[in-house]
């Protein structure tokens, strides 16, 4: 079966950290950039972070840069997110979702999907997310 689940969400103070994971089954990761999205409650879906295959290119949105840091472990068939110093308004359902990224498929393509961090340009497979709150 063919599927992306994340871990690693919880409940965490201002200024804590978490490590979310996205696991990828039933295929490898080798030839699909990763994105990473958050959904807060009431709000539009926005994109966080992507990683681009075997050059490892990461791309962040302007509100985690400095915090967030993306990485993929293609042994494990994994990609984390690394979240420190973490905000309230970083509370949401996390998301990773993959975009064929191979030989196929002009990788100036892929560049463009991970630094516009849109979630509609993701089309191959969504993960079912993981809830990160953010409370004093």
């Known amino acids: 079966q063919v599927q992306l689940v994340e871990s690693g969400g919880d409940l965490v103070q201002p200024g804590g950290s978490l490590r979310l994971s996205c696991a990828a089954s039933?295929?490898?990761?080798?030839?699909?950039?990763i994105g990473w999205f958050r959904q807060a409650p009431g709000k539009e879906r926005e994109g966080v972070s992507c990683?681009?295959?075997?050059?490892?290119?990461?791309y962040y949105a302007d509100s985690v840069k400095g915090r967030f840091t993306i990485s993929r472990d293609n042994a494990k068939n994994t990609v984390f997110l690394q979240m420190n110093s973490l905000k309230i308004e970083d509370t949401g359902v996390y998301y990773c979702?993959?975009?064929?990224?191979?030989?196929?498929?002009?990788?100036?393509?892929?560049?463009?999907?991970?630094?516009?961090?849109?979630?509609?340009?993701?089309?191959?497979?969504w993960g079912q997310g993981t809830l990160v709150t953010v409370s004093s």
């Open positions: 979702a993959a975009v064929y990224s191979g030989p196929l498929r002009p990788y100036t393509f892929v560049q463009a999907m991970c630094i516009g961090l849109s979630p509609d340009k993701f089309l191959e497979l």
């Open positions: 039933g295929f490898t990761l080798n030839d699909y950039a």
């Open positions: 990683i681009t295959t075997s050059d490892g290119n990461t």
